[in-house]
Structures are given as C-alpha cells and as structure tokens.
C-alpha cells in the first residue's frame, strides 16, 4: 500500500507540475503577442538544454540522499578544460568532447569519494569543491575567457541544428537534442540498470543496503561519477552558445537546477524522483525567465521571483513527506 501511495503522489507531482507549465504558458502568451512565437520557444528550450542538463545530473544524486552544491561551477571548469584542450593545445574536437565530459567524471569521483568514503557531510564536500573548482577555472584562464573561434564546428555542437534540414521552417537547435538524449539515456538508467535501482535505494534507506551485503560507497561513488559527466555535458553546450569558456560563470546555475528537480517531484531526502519530472520542472523554470523578461519585468525582481520560487517548492517537498509518513 505504501509503493502504490508513494507512486500515486508522484504521479500526482508531476501532473501538477505539467498543470503549472501549461498554465504559465497560457498567462504569458496572453500578456504579451511575442511570447508564443516560435523562435521564442526555441529561445526558451535552448536556454533549457543547460539548465536541464545540470538538472537531470543533480537529480540522480538527490535522489540517493545527497545534494551537490558544484554542478554550476563543475560545468564552467569543464568548459574552460575543453578550450586549454581544443585552443590553447590545438587538439581535435572529439578530444575536447572527451576532456569536458572526462573532466566533470573525474571532479564528480571525487567529490562521491569525499562524501562516501571521508564521510564529509554532501553539503559542506559540494561546497569545498564549488569554491576549488571556481578558484581552478580562474587559475588556469588567468580570469580571462578562452575563446573557441578558430575551433571549425564548434558552436555547431549547441547551436547547429542536425534536423534543419528536415524542418527548415522550423530547425530544433542540436542543444535541445542533446539534452533530450540525456534525459531519455539517463532514465533508462534509473529503470532498467542495477545502478539506477542502488540510486534509488540508497536514497530509501542505505543503511538497509549496507546491511544486505552491497558496498554502497562503490554506488555512491558511481552515482556522482555520472552526475559529473553529466554537468561536463552541461559545459560543452554552455561553452558552445557562448563561443568561449566564461570563467567567471556558473555561480547560481546549481540554484536553478535543484529547484527544477524539487519542482518536478524528486525529494529532497532521497529515494523518490523521475527525470521526467525533472525536465518539466527545467521547462517551468526556463518559461517563467523568459516570459518575465519579454514583459519587461527587472532582472532583480526575475531574481526575487526565482527564490521564492525554490522556497516554495522546498516547502511543498516537506508537506510531501510529512504525508507519507
């Protein structure tokens, strides 16, 4: 009775954060003629693809218990590694794929060993390798940005668009592919692999998991390794729209993506999530940034209107399982 009132209420979640997309798209589209226009909702799932990459990687490790204050700065830093690899060192550009997605495993692998084996607490391990990670990406840029112009095909990565030549009317930019590929890889993860089952686990009761014989550090450790390669991911298409590797970017980015999570029905004391879920709460985020700005709404109240966006889904994550208990 328990797994079905549990499946039940997510289900629920995540037709009630679906209900909100679809009403904010309507009260936008309604306020302003330019909303609803098809290179605006283009506009708005590239600006997705990165935040909904970050999103799906973060969501993998909430839902085993854990949270991972880096992600937005992981991405910078595994963008400024794939320019020193493909500007500063001439390299080909399936190297810098490799070094940005290698880059964000390793950091990931080491941020799951501090929180698995040193038994460092996620929030304070996560927010010791956000600042040494920022420090890192100015370090090595020498706080200037690295540009990608002499990269041939680069920017096609985020901004090209693979199916333009079958919709011309209508070309779906790479980056939105790219994210959409990753939320259908990493689900298929959390279904259907053993990974995605001692993800879930862990998050229900790891202490249970330990006990039954499985070396849950190993699962910890594997589940914020992918988490990593995940956000290298992330820093490929950020650092592919922006033609450079900003190094002072990435603060903030992590806010925008667990409150996507939290707003899609994964809570935030473990072993309940979907990407789904996730990639709805990525859209709504993406919709709601995008139709205050085409009203004209100041970028300081846009800001004040995010937290208190997060602070409503925290709380609507606690109400969620003070009901379950």
């Not at 003629?33 to 909702?41: A, D, E, G, K």
């Not at 799932?45 to 854990?66: D, W």
């Not at 060192?89 to 490799?98: A, D, N, Q, S, T």
């Not at 937290?307 to 606690?318: C, E, K, L, S």
């Given at each position: 009775?328990?797994?079905?009132?549990?499946?039940?209420?997510?289900?629920?979640?995540?037709?009630?954060?679906?209900?909100?997309?679809v009403v904010?798209?309507?009260?936008?589209?309604?306020?302003?003629?330019?909303?609803?226009?098809?290179?605006?909702?283009?506009?708005?799932?590239?600006?997705?693809?990165?935040?909904?990459?970050?999103?799906?990687?973060?969501?993998?490790?909430?839902?085993?218990?854990?949270?991972?204050?880096?992600?937005?700065?992981?991405?910078?830093?595994?963008?400024?590694?794939?320019?020193?690899?493909?500007?500063?060192?001439?390299m080909p550009?399936?190297?810098?794929?490799?070094?940005?997605?290698?880059?964000?495993?390793?950091?990931?692998?080491?941020?799951?060993?501090?929180?698995?084996?040193?038994?460092?607490?996620?929030?304070?391990?996560?927010?010791?390798?956000?600042?040494?990670?920022?420090?890192l990406s100015?370090?090595?840029?020498?706080?200037?940005?690295?540009?990608?112009?002499?990269?041939?095909?680069?920017?096609?990565?985020?901004?090209?668009?693979?199916?333009?030549?079958?919709?011309?009317?209508?070309?779906?930019?790479?980056?939105?592919?790219?994210?959409?590929?990753?939320?259908?890889?990493?689900?298929?993860?959390?279904?259907?692999?053993?990974?995605?089952?001692?993800?879930?686990?862990?998050?229900?009761?790891?202490?249970?998991?330990?006990?039954?014989?499985?070396?849950?550090?190993?699962?910890?450790?594997?589940?914020?390794?992918?988490?990593?390669?995940?956000?290298?991911?992330?820093?490929?298409?950020?650092?592919?729209?922006?033609?450079?590797?900003?190094?002072?970017?990435?603060?903030?980015?992590?806010?925008?993506?667990?409150?996507?999570?939290?707003?899609?029905?994964?809570?935030?004391?473990?072993?309940?999530?979907?990407?789904?879920?996730?990639?709805?709460?990525?859209?709504?985020?993406?919709?709601?940034?995008?139709?205050?700005?085409?009203?004209?709404?100041?970028?300081?109240?846009?800001?004040?209107?995010?937290?208190?966006?997060?602070?409503?889904?925290?709380?609507?994550?606690?109400?969620?399982?003070?009901?379950?208990?």
């Amino acid at each position: 009775m328990k797994t079905k009132k549990l499946g039940n209420s997510s289900a629920q979640q995540k037709l009630l954060a679906f209900a909100s997309l679809v009403v904010l798209l309507i009260a936008f589209s309604l306020a302003s003629p330019n909303f609803f226009q098809i290179s605006n909702i283009m506009a708005i799932l590239q600006a997705t693809s990165v935040n909904g990459v970050l999103a799906v990687g973060v969501t993998l490790i909430i839902i085993t218990g854990g949270i991972d204050l880096s992600i937005g700065v992981l991405m910078t830093f595994c963008a400024v590694m794939t320019g020193v690899v493909l500007t500063w060192l001439g390299m080909p550009l399936p190297l810098g794929i490799v070094a940005a997605i290698g880059t964000g495993a390793f950091c990931g692998f080491i941020s799951g060993n501090l929180v698995a084996r040193m038994k460092i607490p996620p929030f304070i391990a996560t927010l010791g390798m956000m600042l040494i990670l920022k420090g890192l990406s100015l370090i090595v840029t020498g706080t200037k940005p690295i540009y990608f112009n002499d990269t041939p095909g680069f920017s096609q990565i985020a901004r090209g668009s693979l199916v333009g030549s079958v919709f011309p009317s209508v070309p779906v930019p790479n980056g939105v592919l790219i994210l959409f590929a990753v939320a259908a890889i990493t689900a298929w993860i959390l279904s259907r692999t053993i990974l995605g089952r001692y993800t879930f686990a862990l998050g229900s009761n790891e202490e249970a998991v330990r006990l039954s014989g499985i070396n849950t550090k190993f699962w910890k450790i594997a589940v914020y390794t992918l988490s990593g390669g995940i956000c290298g991911i992330a820093g490929l298409l950020i650092a592919s729209r922006l033609n450079s590797a900003q190094p002072a970017l990435g603060l903030g980015y992590e806010l925008e993506a667990i409150a996507a999570v939290v707003i899609g029905g994964t809570s935030l004391s473990g072993g309940r999530g979907t990407i789904l879920g996730t990639l709805i709460g990525a859209l709504i985020m993406s919709v709601l940034t995008n139709g205050l700005r085409v009203m004209s709404v100041a970028p300081e109240w846009q800001t004040v209107v995010t937290g208190t966006i997060i602070i409503v889904a925290v709380y609507a994550d606690q109400m969620r399982g003070a009901a379950h208990k």
